[in-house]
């Protein structure tokens, strides 16, 4: 009897030890997904849990909100779908950049800081878009960037650094993804077009409709845009020519990045405006590449999220937080009702350091409120102020971005550039009102503590003079815009810990098949998180 007992006990141990290890090994690589057909990815360039929450906030509590019956598409995307959040750390370092980032989901590798489709020794690792073409499936990119952008551009290019833009179109065609819509049309035009009476700018000028300014950012003399017509892709260059395009399309809808989200809002139903919005792209794509029966992976960027966070400008943020919820909800229309595909969206990393937070400035007076526990003349009195939700009406409100009402003021004649005329013009365009004298703070600058010759963004002797936390407001010709964050950072409600990226980590939002997202819904990393994409894909 006792040898039974001790019999079982082992067999029971030995079940257990399996068990065990069964778990752990799990939890290091999660199980593979089902197979799926299709593959859309959305990514939210700088979209942290935060940024995701200021949308949350203003759909649900903001009085005026514009988003329809106060659902985003992320509350569509949860209606059965899976939430799962993700590590997106590099494989050396705590932070990452958009580059490594996007690279780790694209090939399921660790990469190295700002490095482009290759591990973190420098290896080129294959990208779910040349996995994708291997299967005989449709690709696409999409961003509202431009389309050798960082993020973009780790789903195609392999390159050392992000910055070899140059090399990057040449990539973007050897991979050969079928659409590629986005800005950037500079970065594809030889020198010779800055000459406004050569051949090449005239033909150019023609193809474009004169509705792009033609100016090239590269440094030779290679027309990329030929050696894409040579690989058969049609070009597109505004929303008509869009609209037409069909099949393999390269569409470039302006010389550096696209229009920002308050732009966009503002030019909506405008006819004379011709630049595709994001969704209208993010839409064409899903139409062209449906035709391939072996379905298609498509990646789509809001990728002006980022850009608006490293600013600090939240009014900017919500609009481009809304862009992104507008074209969301036009793949969830899409995918409405199909079982074939997969939809992840996601963040690469949080840009900002976001919150809304409460603060002692302006605490409401106690008042009486109706309920019995406060009878008897007991006053509701919290002892600071929470926030009122009708902040988040006058951050919509704001009706030019933070670049751009600088560059207002640098157009002004030198000695127009005055605190006073910064405060009108700040006064102008936000419901956030500033004084002269936090202009003048604005404006003040020091002798750059940050410093080093010919670096790309340390490399000015003198900077507008950020008073805490400097090192970490990297992007130095933009700070005047991040110490406006800082006057306002009251009156909105709103701290910002960074002018550039956090480590928290992202949310992952799946839709599809149970099989499918069930392996989604973990604590994951980014290269765990393409790993499981890839795999999916047949
Ligand atoms: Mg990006
Ligand atoms: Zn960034």
């Not at 494989?91 to 980032?101: H, I, N, Y």
């Amino acid at each position: 009897m006792l040898k039974i007992l001790k019999k079982e006990r082992w067999f029971f141990l030995l079940i257990s030890a399996a068990l065990l290890s069964c778990t752990s090994a799990d939890s290091v690589k999660p199980q593979a997904a089902a197979k799926v057909k299709n593959i859309i990815m959305v990514i939210g360039d700088g979209m942290g849990p935060q940024q995701v929450g200021l949308l949350l906030s203003y759909a649900r509590q903001a009085p005026h909100s514009v988003i329809a019956n106060r659902t985003t598409a992320l509350d569509r995307m949860m209606e059965q779908g899976r939430l799962g959040i993700s590590m997106t750390y590099t494989g050396d370092a705590l932070v990452t950049d958009s580059a490594a980032s996007a690279t780790q989901l694209a090939t399921g590798r660790f990469a190295g800081a700002e490095m482009l489709g290759l591990d973190k020794d420098g290896n080129v690792q294959e990208n779910i878009i040349e996995k994708a073409r291997r299967l005989g499936k449709a690709t696409g990119l999409v961003s509202d960037t431009h389309i050798t952008h960082a993020t973009p551009a780790a789903f195609a290019a392999h390159q050392t650094h992000r910055s070899q833009v140059d090399s990057i179109p040449e990539d973007l065609l050897a991979t050969g993804a079928d659409v590629m819509f986005s800005g950037g049309l500079s970065y594809w035009l030889p020198e010779q077009v800055d000459d406004k009476n050569s051949e090449q700018y005239r033909q150019l000028a023609q193809l474009t409709d004169n509705n792009i300014e033609i100016k090239s950012l590269r440094k030779d003399e290679k027309n990329l845009l030929t050696a894409a017509q040579q690989k058969g892709y049609k070009l597109a260059f505004n929303k008509a020519q869009l609209q037409q395009s069909e099949g393999k399309t390269l569409g470039l809808f302006a010389g550096s990045g696209m229009a920002n989200g308050i732009v966009e809002t503002q030019n909506r139903g405008d006819a004379k405006h011709v630049q595709p919005t994001l969704k209208e792209m993010s839409v064409k794509a899903l139409e062209i590449l449906d035709r391939n029966e072996q379905g298609f992976f498509l990646m789509i960027e809001s990728g002006q999220i980022d850009w608006a966070a490293h600013r600090n400008d939240t009014g900017l943020l919500l609009h481009e937080m809304l862009r992104f919820n507008d074209t969301l909800n036009a793949v969830l229309d899409w995918a409405k009702g199909r079982q074939d595909t997969l939809i992840i969206v996601t963040a690469d990393h949080e840009t900002g350091g976001f919150g809304f937070s409460y603060s002692g400035v302006d605490i409401p007076k106690p008042h009486s409120l109706p309920g019995a526990a406060f009878g008897e003349g007991t006053l509701f009195q919290p002892n600071f102020n929470f926030g009122s939700p009708e902040v988040l009406d006058r951050i919509y409100a704001q009706q030019l971005s933070y670049r751009d009402i600088f560059s207002q003021f640098d157009q002004l004649p030198k000695d127009q550039q005055t605190p006073l005329k910064l405060t009108e013009l700040v006064n102008r365009y936000t419901e956030f009102k500033i004084t002269e004298s936090q202009a003048v703070k604005i404006l003040a600058t020091e002798a750059n503590p940050l410093y080093r010759e010919g670096h790309i963004s340390l490399g000015k002797k003198v900077v507008p003079k950020i008073e805490v936390n400097g090192a970490f407001f990297v992007y130095q010709n933009g700070n005047r815009e991040n110490l406006l964050a800082q006057a306002v950072a009251t009156s909105q409600q709103v701290v910002w810990a960074t002018g550039t990226h956090t480590s928290t980590p992202v949310l992952v939002f799946v839709k599809g098949e149970e099989q499918t997202m069930r392996p989604f819904a973990k604590i994951l990393h980014h290269t765990q998180l393409g790993r499981l994409m890839i795999d999916a894909l047949q």
